[in-house]
């Protein structure tokens, strides 16, 4: 069965402290991986894709990672704005294009 | 410009009556998704249009859950006869098609007295 497992299930930091998200997942020849921000209330909001191990994606203060198995979230230098539920996804075998998601990391980032 | 609206935001209902649920996509997305996000949990797969294709609609719970989409414009979502367990929210997103980043809406909170 497809899965995509996340840790931690949250995660409290002080800001400017840095630390990483792991996404693992089951899915044989991965197609992708998706990487979503969801702030209270809110849909899920884009962040990365990454296609194939090695590849590498930054935007402002977070960085994607991804090898074989699983996949990598940085946060250098995290602010309280940072604060929300990162979520990953992956497109499930035999080329369909419905996604799985795990359950998600909860991030606070303190003042 | 316009991204994913859904309609209502949030729907109180009693046990037992039917829930209609809408989603206008964003313009020119050919694929639009249906999740239900229950507390706490991530978000698990209904339905997915694709063009003009039957959709697939292996995640549907059970037969009280249907939906449709009028070419590649609004879809709406129906539970019938609702139950307690369908409290939550649900998600719609879109894309341009099938396998690029989908773009999603804020949700309808559904709450079954």
């Known amino acids: 069965e497809d899965q995509v497992t996340q840790s931690p299930e949250a995660l409290r930091l002080q800001e400017g402290e840095s630390s990483s998200l792991n996404c693992s997942y089951t899915?044989?020849?991965?197609?992708?991986l998706f990487w979503y921000r969801q702030d209270p209330g809110k849909g899920p909001e884009f962040l990365f894709t990454?296609?194939?191990a090695g590849e590498e994606k930054e935007k402002e203060r977070l960085k994607a990672t991804l090898t074989k198995k699983e996949s990598f979230l940085h946060i250098t230098a995290p602010k309280p704005e940072d604060s929300a539920t990162y979520l990953c996804?992956?497109?499930?075998?035999?080329?369909?294009?419905?996604?799985?998601f795990g359950k998600g990391t909860k991030l606070t980032v303190n003042p | 410009g316009a991204g994913v609206s859904q309609s209502p935001s949030n729907k109180v209902t009693e046990k037992g009556k039917d829930v209609e649920l809408r989603c206008d996509p964003i313009?020119?997305?050919?694929?639009l998704y249906w999740y239900r996000q229950r507390l706490g949990q991530g978000l698990e797969f209904l339905i997915y249009?694709?063009?003009?294709?039957?959709?697939?609609k292996s995640g549907l719970p059970s037969d009280r859950f249907s939906a449709e989409r009028t070419g590649e414009s609004v879809s709406t979502l129906t539970i019938q006869r609702t139950q307690q367990e369908d409290s939550a929210v649900y998600l719609c997103?879109?894309?341009?098609?099938?396998?690029?980043?989908?773009?999603f809406g804020d949700g309808t909170r559904l709450s079954i007295l």
């Open positions: 313009s020119g997305h050919t694929a």
């Open positions: 249009f694709q063009g003009n294709s039957a959709p697939d």
């Open positions: 990454l296609y194939s």
């Open positions: 996804a992956a497109p499930v075998e035999g080329g369909s294009e419905k996604l799985v």
């Open positions: 899915v044989s020849g991965l197609r992708g």
């Open positions: 997103a879109s894309s341009l098609w099938g396998f690029e980043p989908q773009h």
